[in-house]
Nanobody, 127 residues
Framework: QVQLVESGGSLVQAGGSLRLSCTAS????????VGWFRQAPGKEREFVAA????????YYADSVKGRFSISRDNAKNLVSLQMNNLRPEDTAPYHC????????????????????WGQGTQVTVSS
């Protein structure tokens, strides 16, 4: 079993930045691929970014490419999502998710591919 806890969400003005953190416990973190998802009210869950076990592979949704950056520190069981130039449409609760991986460099961008989920942290961007 894996427990994931997100933090770092807040209210920020458009154009501002936030850094989200996802801390894991309960299983060897370095064996897990990790992703971030968001789901605004009335909308479907949306993939945001993903990172492989070893951090060598990352992937982003087109809507955040060039503005968001995902990274990980396996020694600290931590995955971070740096969000710059935030827009009102980025407003949503953000959830990190983790799953066992078939290779060190594999990433996953479908929510059904993930086995473990955190409770989420709210990001609100005002215009």
């Amino acid at each position: 079993q894996v427990q994931l806890v997100e933090s770092g969400g807040s209210l920020v003005q458009a154009g501002g930045s936030l850094r989200l953190s996802c801390t894991a416990s309960g299983r060897t973190f370095s064996n897990l691929a990790v992703g971030w998802f968001r789901q605004a009210p009335g909308k479907e869950r949306e993939f945001v970014a993903a990172i492989s076990q070893n951090g060598a592979t990352t992937y982003y949704a087109d809507s955040v490419k060039g503005r968001f950056s995902i990274s990980r520190d396996n020694a600290k069981n931590l995955v971070s999502l740096q969000m710059n130039n935030l827009r009102p449409e980025d407003t949503a609760p953000y959830h990190c998710a983790a799953t066992g991986s078939v290779s060190y460099s594999a990433i996953y961008y479908y929510d059904k591919q993930y086995s473990y989920w955190g409770q989420g942290t709210q990001v609100t961007v005002s215009s």
